[in-house]
């Protein structure tokens, strides 16, 4: 079974950086599309960042554009965001996503063009 681990999230000053690391088991990872979303309570899942496998093109939330930074490394099977200027409207579960249908690299944005996903991590940012 497929299984995507998240880590990193932890509470930070406003300001501050984390890095998320997501590593897929059970995945033929480099024909994946990643994302990452994250989910404020009472809310939906986000669109934050997405990379393609085809291309290794790069896609952004514009409210993350310029402090966020998606990135994946295919030998270790695992997706990062690095996550710089943090502001506490980032606060969020984030959840990484793995999508094999073409949808999701035609619609990243769309969190049902996914086919797995993480259980989540917490990041916390104190003003």
């Known amino acids: 079974q497929v299984q995507l681990v998240e880590s990193g999230g932890a509470l930070v000053q406003a300001g501050g950086s984390l890095r998320l690391s997501c590593a897929a088991s059970r995945l033929t990872f480099s024909v994946v599309n990643m994302a990452w979303f994250r989910q404020a309570p009472g809310k939906e899942h986000d669109f934050v960042a997405g990379?393609?496998?085809?291309?290794?093109?790069?896609l952004y939330a514009d409210s993350v554009k310029g402090r966020f930074t998606i990135s994946r490394d295919d030998a270790k099977n695992t997706v990062y965001l690095q996550m710089n200027s943090l502001k506490p409207k980032d606060a969020a579960v984030y959840f990484c996503a793995a999508g094999i249908k073409p949808g999701a690299a035609v619609y990243p944005r769309n969190a049902n063009n996914y086919d797995y996903w993480g259980q989540g991590t917490q990041v916390t940012v104190a003003s």
């Open positions: 990379i393609r496998w085809s291309d290794a093109g790069l």
